[in-house]
Nanobody, 123 residues
């Protein structure tokens, strides 16, 4: 199995930046696609972006395209979500998820999830 731990969340002003990390342990991290999702209280879970197992393919939700960047460091068993030009509507708990050969925007297809890290964008 894969264990995932997110970190890097916090309070940031609109227009600011944060970098979230998703650290993995357990079986081979490189064999899994990794996705980021977010969910604010009382709202549906929202897809943010995903990166394929070999990092050759990355795609994003339209709401974050051009502002967020996903990258993977296989040596460190870590996937990053670099967030720039943050908006109040980006406020949510951010989760990373893993699944072998998934590479999908559908949360139900992922097998492993982290505990989430809170991102709050406010003046």
């Amino acid at each position: 199995q894969v264990q995932l731990v997110e970190s890097g969340g916090g309070l940031v002003q609109p227009g600011g930046s944060l970098r979230l990390s998703c650290a993995a342990s357990g079986r081979a991290f490189g064999s899994n696609a990794i996705a980021w999702f977010r969910q604010d209280l009382g709202k549906d879970r929202e897809f943010v972006g995903a990166i394929s197992d070999d990092s050759s393919k990355i795609f994003y939700a339209l709401s974050v395209q051009g502002r967020f960047t996903i990258s993977r460091d296989h040596a460190k068993n870590t996937v990053y979500l670099q967030m720039k030009s943050l908006k109040p509507e980006d406020t949510a708990v951010y989760f990373c998820a893993a699944g072998k050969s998934v590479y999908s925007e559908h949360a139900s297809l992922y097998d492993y999830w982290g505990q989430g890290t809170q991102v709050t964008v406010s003046s």
